[in-house]
Each structure stands twice: as C-alpha cells, then as structure tokens.
C-alpha cells in the first residue's frame, strides 16, 4: 500500500517524466501479478497446476471445459519461458 500511495501522490503532483510514470505502472502491475500468482499458487509450489488455473479461470468468469483446460495447459507449457517474466 506504501508503494501505491507514493506513486499516486507523485503523479497528482506532476513529478515524474512521462518514462517514469510508465516505469512506476510497470512496477506496480508487476507487483500485482506477483500477489496474484502467490494467491493463486495455493500449493505453494511456484507453478499453477490444472486445477489452480481452473480456479483462476472461474474467478474470471469463465468455466473452461476439460479439454479447452487441457489446451491451455499445453499452450502454456510450449510458450514457458526460460527464465521467469516477472523476475
């Protein structure tokens, strides 16, 4: 919430470059991702398994059937990352 509160009382108050703005969203979505993911992983074990993704899916709003789950399982596993995007 620290974090939030600067960058929004820097930003209302016309502080930063238009690079620093864009550095500061960043950041900040990236820490959401992270909290995000961490909620999510409720196993802890750094990856979403199947059924973790199944609920992530439902709490957006979409019920995905076995095998459009077990596509996207796939698709995830062939566009892995060697390293982790969020770093």
Same mark, same amino acid.
């Given at each position: 919430?620290?974090?939030?509160? /600067?960058?929004?009382?820097?930003? =209302?108050? %016309? ?9 500061? +969203?960043?950041?900040?979505? /990236? ?9 999510? !992983?409720?196993? %802890?074990?750094? +990856? ?5 993704? =199944? ?10 059937? !076995?095998?459009?789950?077990? !596509?996207?399982?796939?698709?995830? +596993? /062939? /566009? ?8």
């Amino acid at each position: 919430a620290t974090f939030i509160n /600067r960058t929004n009382t820097t930003l =209302r108050n %016309g502080e930063m470059t238009c690079q620093a703005k864009f550095d500061q +969203v960043v950041t900040f979505h /990236r820490l959401i991702l992270v909290a995000l993911f961490q909620l999510m !992983d409720e196993d %802890g074990g750094g +990856v979403l398994d199947m059924l973790e993704i =199944r609920i992530l899916a439902r709490a957006m709003g979409v019920k995905l059937t !076995d095998g459009e789950l077990k !596509d996207a399982m796939a698709e995830m +596993v /062939r /566009r892995q990352p060697t390293t982790h995007p969020l770093g």
